[in-house]
């Protein structure tokens, strides 16, 4: 996976010689953060689990600069000893997901919401604290949010729909967050991502099992009748602008939404780019949804140009090849961990077969380098 984009390479070279606690560290975003930040600083990497993970193909396995910690957010005792000695913190872990929201909206409230309770309180007996990154969502804005703006009102859905319990517990802790900053001086930056995607990610996502039915010409499966709007952001503009919030004073006690409003299209557009991009015969499906969507999702990045300096540059095209490439590298590592996952992803998706190494166009050059073979250090915290 590259880096790239001058805003996050000016923002690695002032941050080092920082130890940096990144929760839900070895998912997609937490991985891709990592190898950005883990050249000149400590990076320690809390999370529940270390197989089946984005940082097991990061090729960061077993590099000194970088510890995974086995524990969850919810146990103070781990993360008391997790933030230990720490200066910066990133809080990424969280129950995401459609599929699993849905299925655990008990779990998806208490572990968002709980979690960030535990860990602001396990950071009480941290002498000083550089930044504190907080990752809320989109989806506080609600089902119809085009060129939102971050003082934009948010919106709670229903609660007979399960999918809102993500949103809520987001938004609870935005606002738990604030209350630290406003009472307590923590100098925080609340970030809301839109659709990010690109090499490195293995959960249930839209661009991933449209990428991967599609190398295995297997049909794209849209739910609903695919007009829902969306705009994709790649993960190496996503990490520039967090790069940006981890340094830039003026980012203190502000909130942020970063995506690319530039690569916006409808999920029945992005199934067809999709098709076209890896050179697939695989054909689009319709079938009923299920549970609430959101109709459209677009940002609009007047604050995060002004004070984050921020602007993507990674074109959705571009970004697609690039992440199918990665995809058909690691097919059986992206199939196990889709097999892990919610069932209705794996019906849709996983199915038994080869890929053939022509279904797509690539260039192995761009897609991310293989992941290293050396054991990763691992410390369970008891």
Not at 54 to 80: C, F, Q, R
């Amino acid at each position: 996976m590259e880096a790239s984009g001058s805003n996050g390479s000016r923002a690695t070279e002032v941050l080092r010689g920082r130890r940096i606690l990144i929760t839900g560290g070895t998912g997609f975003i937490g991985t891709a953060l990592a190898r950005r930040l883990y050249q000149d600083n400590e990076v320690i990497l809390l999370d529940r689990r270390l197989s089946l993970s984005s940082y097991e193909l990061s090729g960061m396995n077993g590099h000194p600069h970088v510890t995974v910690m086995l524990g969850d957010i919810l146990d103070p005792g781990a993360v008391s000893r997790a933030v230990a000695g720490v200066d910066t913190v990133i809080h990424l872990a969280a129950l995401v997901g459609v599929n699993n929201v849905r299925a655990r909206a008990r779990d998806t409230i208490e572990t968002n919401l709980l979690g960030t309770v535990t860990l602001l309180r396990a950071l009480d007996a941290v002498p000083s604290l550089n930044r504190f990154v907080f990752f809320s969502t989109s989806e506080v804005f609600g089902i119809n949010s085009f060129r939102v703006h971050e003082e934009t009102s948010t919106s709670i859905g229903p609660v007979q729909e399960a999918r809102w319990s993500y949103s809520i517990s987001k938004l609870a802790g935005e606002h738990l967050v604030q209350s630290y900053h406003r009472e307590k001086d923590l100098p925080s930056v609340t970030i809301r991502p839109f659709n990010v995607f690109g090499p490195g990610r293995v959960g249930d996502h839209a661009m991933l099992r449209f990428v991967m039915a599609a190398l295995r010409g297997e049909d794209l499966v849209v739910h609903g009748t695919g007009d829902q709007i969306r705009s994709w952001c790649y993960i190496d503009d996503l990490v520039d602008g967090v790069m940006a919030a981890l340094v830039r004073e003026e980012a203190v006690g502000e909130d942020f939404n970063l995506g690319n409003p530039r690569n916006t299209l409808t999920i029945y557009e992005l199934a067809r780019r999709v098709v076209r991009l890896t050179g697939s015969k695989s054909k689009i499906r319709f079938e009923e949804a299920s549970f609430s969507d959101i109709d459209i999702r677009v940002p609009k990045l007047d604050k995060a140009r002004r004070l984050l300096g921020f602007e993507p540059r990674v074109e959705l095209d571009e970004g697609i090849q690039r992440t199918a490439a990665w995809c058909l590298e690691h097919a059986a590592q992206v199939e196990a961990a889709l097999a892990a996952g919610p069932p209705s992803v794996c019906d849709e998706v996983v199915r038994a077969g080869a890929i053939s190494p022509h279904a797509v166009h690539q260039d192995r050059a761009r897609a991310g380098e293989p992941g290293r073979s050396a054991r990763p250090y691992v410390r369970a915290v008891p």
